[in-house]
T-cell receptor, first 115, second 112 residues
């Protein structure tokens, strides 16, 4: 079974600064996907970024980027130029690359961006 | 295109009552999922379906039943609600060969 761990229950950052959220996972699979989801106060789950395990290049989506260390089973999210709208709960998630696979989520990190 | 919708959005039940949560998706997705979200525990999978007429247990299935009689709908039932089932419930769907799950807006259920 896969496990996902987010060791930072809460973090805060000043507007316009950079923050990194940590995630580690445990799996015996070689092919899989990793995701970061954002959940603002509206409760809606929003996909922020994904990483395919077979890709060595780290994924980037505008101000969001990841540091994927496959050997270390680490998958951190970096948010640059933080904005007030980035305030949300962030979840790291894992999915095997097989048909019908489901997501395994970490516990979440509550990020607060301060003005 | 509504995506994934959930009915109801809020509900309060007394211990022992039953109810059904409805999830509907209009994206012709094969896979559908029910999660519950509790503080400090992330989202945990209750049951899932890989196609019409199929269901399977997830991580925390006890006390819940599901049905997928139509491809677009996935129902989650609580036969005898317990306070431990107080939670926010999310439905999600995913297309065959795709990686992204699309989530509904959630249902907040309180059992007193």
């Amino acid at each position: 079974a896969q496990t996902v761990t987010q060791s930072q229950p809460e973090m805060s950052v000043q507007e316009a600064e950079t923050v990194t959220l940590s995630c580690t996972y445990d799996t015996s699979e070689s092919n899989y996907y990793l995701f970061w989801y954002k959940q603002p106060p509206s409760r809606q789950m929003i996909l922020v970024i994904r990483q395919e395990a077979y890709k060595q290049q780290n994924a980037t989506e505008n101000r969001f980027s990841v540091n994927f260390q496959k050997a270390a089973k680490s998958f951190s999210l970096k948010i640059s130029d933080s904005q007030l709208g980035d305030t949300a709960m962030y979840f790291c998630a894992f999915m095997k690359e097989t048909s019908g696979s489901r997501l395994t989520f970490g516990e979440g990190t509550q990020l607060t961006v301060n003005p | 295109n509504a995506g994934v919708t959930q009915t109801p959005k809020f509900r309060v039940l007394k211990t022992g009552q039953s109810m059904t949560l409805l999830c509907a998706q209009d994206m012709n997705h094969e896979y559908m999922y029910w999660y519950r979200q509790d503080p400090g525990m992330g989202l945990r999978l209750i049951h899932y379906s890989v196609g019409e007429g199929t269901t399977a247990k997830g991580e925390v299935p006890d006390g819940y039943n599901v049905s997928r009689l139509k491809k677009q709908n996935f129902l989650l039932g609580l036969e005898s609600a317990a306070p431990s089932q107080t939670s926010v419930y999310f439905c999600a769907s995913r297309g065959e060969g795709a990686y992204e799950q699309y989530f509904g807006p959630g249902t907040r259920l309180t059992v007193t």
